[in-house]
Nanobody
Framework: QVQLVESGGGLVQPGGSLRLSCAASGTSFSINSMGWYRQGPGKARELVAS???????NYGDSVKGRSTISLDNANNTVTLQMNSLKPEDTAVYFCKAVIGIRGYNYLYWGQGTQVTVSS
């Protein structure tokens, strides 16, 4: 069994920055990819950013140019740095991981962390 533990988030002023981290823990697993998705009020869940174990990254259009995602393979932790935050970045942010266990891939989601951008 693998667990995802998210940290970061909270209340941020417009123009500010935040850092979200998500650590995967468990036994006998490997990370294929990790990333962050978000769901704003009344909106569908959307990609924020993702990264593979090989370092390939993918960003949602709404955060390109002001976000950086990185994966620490040794500690199974993904970190998302977001800058120049806007009120429309307000959402619940979810960590997502594709985990390899004994030759099979499994999808895991974190419980979500609230990010509110407001003055």
């Amino acid at each position: 069994q693998v667990q995802l533990v998210e940290s970061g988030g909270g209340l941020v002023q417009p123009g500010g920055s935040l850092r979200l981290s998500c650590a995967a823990s468990g036994t006998s697993f490997s990370i294929n990819s990790m990333g962050w998705y978000r769901q704003g009020p009344g909106k569908a869940r959307e990609l924020v950013a993702s990264v593979t174990s090989g370092g390939d990254t993918n960003y949602g259009d709404s955060v390109k140019g002001r976000s950086t995602i990185s994966l620490d393979n040794a500690n199974n932790t993904v970190t998302l740095q977001m800058n120049s935050l806007k009120p429309e970045d307000t959402a619940v942010y979810f960590c997502k991981a594709v985990i390899g266990i004994r030759g099979y891939n499994y999808l895991y989601w974190g419980q979500g962390t609230q990010v509110t951008v407001s003055s």
